[in-house]
C-alpha cells in the first residue's frame, strides 16, 4: 500500500506536461519528428491557401464576374432580339456559360449572405462587378452554378462550371501533402525502431545480469554510442563475475585452512576422553565450527550456482516438510503454482533461514505465497515478540543481534536475515520487515517473474 501511494503522490507531482509526453525512447524519438512535420504541414497549408487558394479563388470568381458583366454590357448596347440572342451565343461559344433571359421577370430572392468559400467570394465579386440584385444557386445542380441577375427588362440566368469557380490542385496539394508526411512517417518508425532495438536489448541483458540470470548470445548492436554502451557492460560483467569467482575461491582455501585444525583439535580431545574440561573444550569447537560455517556461508553468497527453472511451490513444501520433522508446524498457502528461475539451493537456504527463525521466537508460523502484479510475494508470519520498527532495517547488517547475550544457540550469530536477504537481491528481487497480521513479525519476499 505504501508504494502505491508514494506512486500516486509521485504521478500527481509531476507536471502534467511530462505526464501526457510518451516515456518510450520510441515515442519520444518518433515525436520530435512528428511535431516538426505537423508544423511544417500546417505553416505550407496556411502558406498554400493564403497566397494560391484564396488568390486563384478570387481570380477565378472575378473571372466569371467579368464574363457575367460583359454579357450584361452588350444586352445593354443592343436590347434588341437579336441582340440579346447574340448576346447569348457569344456567352455559350466563348465563355462556356448556358445563358437564358425571362423577360419581365422578377428575382423572388436575392443572396445577401452565403455560406462556402466559394459562393461567398463570387458574391463578392459579382457585387463589385455587376453591382445589380443576384441569387446564387450552388446545390441545385451537381457540377454547375446558376446565378440569377436583375436587369430592367428581365432577368439573367446563367449556368456556369463549377470547374470555372473551383480549383482542384487544392485537394491534390492536400492529398500529397498528407501521404507523403505518412510515408515519411512509416519509415521513420521503421528506422527508429531499428535504432531502439539494440537500446532495449541492452536494458533487457542489464536487468537478467542484475537478477543473477546468465545472458546468451548477447553482443553490441546499433549506432556508436549504443554499442560502447553494451561493450562497457559486457566488460563490467566479466569484471563481477572474476571478482566473485576469486572471491569463492579465496574463500574456499580459508575454509579448507581454518576446518583443518579445528579436525586436529577434535582428534585431539578424543585422545583425552574422559578428563576434565574435555567437554567444555569441545562444545567450544563446535560453536567455532558453527560461527565458520555462518561466516563463510554469508561471505560465500550465492557461489557459484546456476539459475535454473524452479517450483517455488515445491520449495515451499521441501522447508514446511522440514520444519515439520523438527515437531513444528508451518501453515502453508499457495494462491497457485509459481515457477521461477532460481538458484535452488540458495533460495532454499533463504527460506529455511526465515521459517527458523519465525519458529525461534513464535509458536505459530504461516507462509503464503502468490502473484502480485509483475512480482511474486512471499509472507513469512509468525506471533512472536516481533521487532521494533526503528530496528528492522537494522536486523539485516551482517552480526547485528537483537538477543543480548552472546550464546549464539539462543540468537544465532546474526547472519540469518543478512544471507537471506543477500541471495533474494542476488535474484533480482527484495525483502522487508513489516508488522504481522498474528501480531508478531511479517517477513516479506518479493521475486521478479
Known sequence: MSNTSETDQTAQSTPWIKRVLPRSLL?????????????????????????????????????????????????????????????????????????????????????????????????????????????????????????????????????????????????????????????????????????????RRL??????????????????????????????????????????????????????????PLTRMKLQLALLEGQKGVEDLKGDISEMEYMLDEYLAFARGEGTEKPVETSLSDLLREAVSQAGRGGSHVDLHLEEDITLPLRPNAFRRSITNLVENALRYGENVSIRAGRRLDMVEIAVDDDGPGIPEDKREEVFKPFVRLEVSRNPGTGGVGLGLSIARDVVRGHGGDMALDQSPLGGLRAIVQMPV
Open 203 to 260: 536494458a533487457f541483458a542489464s536487468d537478467e545480469f542484475g537478477k543473477g540470470r546468465d545472458v546468451e548470445k548477447f553482443k553490441p548492436e546499433g549506432a556508436a554510442e549504443v554499442r560502447q554502451a553494451a561493450q562497457a557492460f559486457i566488460v563490467m560483467r566479466e569484471r563481477i563475475q572474476r571478482q566473485i569467482g576469486q572471491r569463492t575461491d579465496m574463500l574456499a582455501g580459508v575454509s579448507h585452512d581454518l576446518r583443518t
Open 27 to 199: 515515442g519520444r524519438s518518433l515525436l520530435i519528428i512528428i511535431m516538426p512535420l505537423i508544423l511544417l504541414q500546417v505553416v505550407s497549408a496556411g502558406i498554400f491557401y493564403e497566397t494560391h487558394w484564396n488568390k486563384i479563388t478570387r481570380r477565378l470568381a472575378m473571372g466569371v464576374a467579368g464574363d457575367v458583366a460583359a454579357v450584361i454590357d452588350m444586352m445593354r448596347h443592343d436590347p434588341t432580339p437579336q441582340g440579346r440572342e447574340w448576346a447569348m451565343h457569344l456567352a455559350a461559344g466563348t465563355m462556356s456559360f448556358a445563358a437564358k433571359f425571362h423577360d419581365e421577370a422578377v428575382l423572388e430572392k436575392v443572396t445577401k449572405d452565403i455560406d462556402g468559400h466559394m459562393e461567398s467570394t463570387l458574391l463578392w465579386a459579382l457585387n463589385g462587378y455587376v453591382s445589380k440584385p443576384v441569387w446564387i444557386d450552388s446545390t441545385s445542380l451537381d457540377r454547375h452554378v446558376v446565378i440569377h441577375v436583375q436587369l430592367a427588362q428581365g432577368v439573367l440566368e446563367i449556368i456556369t462550371p463549377r470547374k470555372r469557380l473551383f480549383s482542384s490542385t487544392t485537394y491534390v496539394f492536400v492529398l500529397w501533402m498528407v501521404c507523403t508526411s505518412l510515408i515519411l512517417f512509416a519509415i521513420a518508425t521503421l528506422f527508429m525502431r531499428n535504432q531502439v532495438k539494440p537500446i
